[in-house]
């Protein structure tokens, strides 16, 4: 599908560092790097920026801070085409954590927000824009909003100067309908600005929600390799890439990195499409709990695990 | 979703023995069975209806025949609402291999053929109806056949007998639009008739293509247990059926025989989304060469296995 406005951005590093602490090594990273640049890529979040108040380097790896100089051991200048982002959560960040832009590697910052932290989102976004980023605002957890909330925070949203809004499927909970109508939502409440979409795969419908976000107008596509990220993942590229036929991307040097380093990780962190995963999604529930109970010794128990489950009788 | 006239055939049993010739014990096969009672699913595909000269017991298991005396050791007299269905593939069966319905505890034959078999198809179907079974047409392979010739094959399913034929997505090959397209298209072609819809899994798709379907007017969802099938597997019945929350199904029972049976042969049998099977599917090639694949001990070198395959330029 040629479509000449359409970014697609890798998040294989940040979302996939939620099942790992981010505790990848510098070769890992720099694979999944060149994998990018080879690729095509678009845009790369390599990590979090966050405070050191607020995380330990003891417990969480570098890309939970993505400072320059451990960002620098991998992509040097970053004199390539492709765009680095990180993410940035309201509440765990101070705006001096964020250096000038020309004093970083990093092209973007995604700020990362509930819809009752819109206003102080909107803030930091315009900040990382006063000090030289492009920004995008992605207001997660919107499954569990009500509608005249989530109205007010994209009247917000399209006050402010910043030009990119994400729709995110936190829970993994949203079929086509539910994608469809958000998109369309968000594209009328926010004229003249690009929309991405961010999805994960707890009832294997995340490439499908990618390309229905597409088709309605959306622009900017997040995916990972083989889907690495939280609980059920995401989109998985090399699934996308196939579909697009852009010419401006490549699939096979996105399967190398997958068969060289992706893949075999998979064998240690149990990312996918799991029961306790599709249950959360069903249920319209963050994934914590389905995420702990992959991590016991009953995570095969699918059957107690539902049970367990307020609400549980709605699937039932 | 509430729809009264929605039917669910499991085919567990039937497409996922396409990747153990059919090597299931009594257990296993009572498992799935009882789980399906349980649940309320309405169909059972238990396996093929083969002829002995076609294959071989010391080969292939007892549900590539599905004899009677061999299902009544799981199913008794099935003095249940699930109907019981075995598939037969034009050549590798003969109308004398197929009792009266009146000694048998099946309830349906569906026919499974590719374009140009349409005439014999529709005569081994009609031959089924006149021994008193229920029949459909399973036209396969449909995405590598010429429009016209399409066109021919449904208008001779249109002035026959048969009252139900399936959309089949062989190879995993259809996106979104391929599967609203050709629903619309079967569904003008053969006025009265009840469609069905089977899906493979390779581009992470079954699901949503099978939501599409039901959208489009399909009434009949093939599905398996943990998508147990071949290659990439088909659409995950247990996602189905927390999607459509219909009143007649539970999914409790369900995850009971996943948790107990079908999850544990995962760690036998690799059915299920692999780079390999992605890549036949992005192809539209038949899975078989990414089979084969898997089989070998180049299975995790996917980059080798796509360089292999002809025409991979499409996608590199």
């Keep these: 599908m040629y479509k000449e406005n359409i970014k697609v951005m890798d998040c294989t590093i940040r979302d996939g560092g939620l099942m790992n602490k981010w505790q990848f090594d510098n070769d890992f990273v720099k694979a999944v790097y060149d994998g990018c640049v080879e690729a095509g890529i678009d845009y790369m979040e390599i990590g979090y920026k966050s405070s050191e ?10 890309w939970k801070f993505c400072d320059d100089k451990d960002l620098r051991k991998v992509v040097g200048d ?5 765009k680095l982002s990180a993410m940035a959560d309201i509440g765990r960040i101070d705006p001096e954590d964020i250096p000038p832009k020309s004093e970083s590697v990093l092209d973007m910052i995604r700020v990362a927000c509930y819809a009752h932290q819109i206003d102080k989102a909107v803030w930091l976004a315009e900040h990382c824009m006063d000090k030289g980023y492009e920004v995008t605002i992605n207001l997660m957890a919107v499954s569990k909003v009500n509608e005249h909330v989530l109205d ?4 917000d949203l399209a006050k402010s100067k910043v030009s990119t809004i994400y729709v995110v499927d936190s829970f993994g909970s949203m079929y086509f309908e539910d994608i469809q109508q958000l998109v369309q ?9 690009q929309i991405g979409i961010h999805a994960h795969n707890n009832m294997q419908l995340a490439m499908s929600n990618t390309i229905t976000s597409l088709n309605g107008g959306v622009t900017m596509l997040d995916a990972t390799l083989l889907g690495m990220g939280r609980g059920a993942g995401n989109c998985p590229m090399e ?15 996105l399967l190398d990195v997958i068969q060289k380093y992706i893949h075999p990780l998979q064998k240690q962190i149990d990312w996918g499409y799991h029961i306790p ?28 695990f539902m049970k367990e489950m307020h609400d549980y009788e709605l699937l039932e």
């Design 277 to 304: 995963y599709l249950i959360t999604g069903a249920l319209n529930e963050h994934p914590r709990s389905a995420i702990k109970w992959m991590d016991s010794e009953n995570k095969n128990d699918f059957v107690s």
């Design 185 to 193: 939502k968000y594209i009328k409440a926010l004229p003249g600005k």
């Design 152 to 155: 007010e925070a994209l009247a």
């Design 78 to 82: 970053n004199n390539n085409k492709l």
């Design 239 to 253: 699934i996308l890439i196939a579909f697009l036929k852009n010419p401006k991307y490549r699939l096979l040097p």
């Design 53 to 62: 108040k607020s995380f330990s380097r003891k417990e969480v790896g570098p």
